[in-house]
C-alpha cells in the first residue's frame, strides 16, 4: 500500500434499522470526536420536554462505546426509559489511486463493514417481543439479584477473619522494613 494513497471514502446509504418512527424524533450521531457533556445537554433537555417522546443515539466505530455511555447516563437521569437496541453493519468503499500512475498499477477499491449501533429510548411503552428490547429498570434488578449471593460470600469472610495475621501483622512487618531501610 505505499504505493498508493486514498483519494475518497464513500460511505454507502443505510437504513435505520427501526421502522414507523416518527418524522419529528430527536436523533443524535454520536462521533468518537464527540464531548459526552454537550450531548447529554441537548438530549436530557430534549428529553425533558413533554412533547419528545422518543430520542434515537447512533454510532459507529470507536464512537459505540460512547454511544452505549450515553444512553446508560440517560436511563438513569430519567427513569422509566423503554430501550431497544439494534447491532449492525455500515458498508465504506475507500478508492486508492496509484501514486505514481506511469509503473502500471491500476486503482484499487477496498470495501470495509464497520460495526455500528442504534440504540431508542422511549417514554412510551415499546414492542416486548423485539429482539434487543430491555424494560425500564431490569438492569438494576438484574444486578441486585446477581450480587445478593456475593455479598452473602463476602460477609461469611468477614466473620472468619480471612487470611494472614490481620492488622497486627501489618504493623510489625512495617516496622521492620522500617529498620532495614535504615543505613548504619
Known amino acids: 500500500m505505499e504505493n498508493y494513497r486514498k483519494s475518497?471514502?464513500?460511505e454507502k446509504p443505510c437504513p435505520l434499522?427501526?421502522?414507523?418512527?416518527?418524522?419529528?424524533?430527536?436523533?443524535?450521531?454520536?462521533?468518537d470526536g464527540s464531548k459526552i457533556r454537550n450531548l447529554m445537554g441537548y438530549a436530557i433537555g430534549k428529553m425533558e420536554q413533554d412533547s419528545v417522546r422518543q430520542v434515537l443515539f447512533s454510532g459507529t466505530s470507536?464512537?459505540?462505546?460512547?454511544?452505549?455511555?450515553?444512553?446508560?447516563?440517560?436511563?438513569?437521569?430519567l427513569k422509566s426509559l423503554h430501550q431497544i437496541t439494534k447491532v449492525f453493519f455500515r458498508q465504506t468503499?475507500?478508492?486508492?489511486?496509484?501514486?505514481?500512475p506511469e509503473v502500471g498499477l491500476d486503482?484499487?477499491?477496498?470495501?470495509r463493514n464497520i460495526p455500528a449501533i442504534c440504540i431508542l429510548l422511549s417514554k412510551d411503552p415499546l414492542d416486548t417481543q423485539?429482539?434487543?428490547?430491555?424494560a425500564p429498570g431490569s438492569f438494576d434488578g438484574f444486578w441486585m439479584e446477581t450480587l445478593k449471593p456475593e455479598s452473602e460470600g463476602q460477609a461469611k469472610r468477614k466473620q472468619s477473619g480471612g487470611r494472614g495475621a490481620g492488622r497486627a501483622?501489618?504493623?510489625?512487618?512495617?516496622v521492620g522494613q522500617e529498620e532495614s531501610y535504615k543505613k548504619p
Not at 434499522?17 to 462521533?31: Q, Y
Open 8 to 10: 475518497k471514502t464513500v
Open 17 to 31: 434499522p427501526f421502522t414507523n418512527l416518527p418524522a419529528d424524533i430527536i436523533e443524535m450521531k454520536v462521533k
Open 62 to 77: 470507536k464512537a459505540i462505546s460512547k454511544t452505549i455511555t450515553c444512553v446508560e447516563i440517560m436511563k438513569r437521569r
Open 93 to 100: 468503499e475507500e478508492i486508492w489511486e496509484p501514486i505514481v
Open 107 to 111: 486503482p484499487l477499491t477496498v470495501k
Open 130 to 134: 423485539e429482539p434487543g428490547y430491555q
Open 169 to 174: 501483622g501489618k504493623q510489625l512487618r512495617s
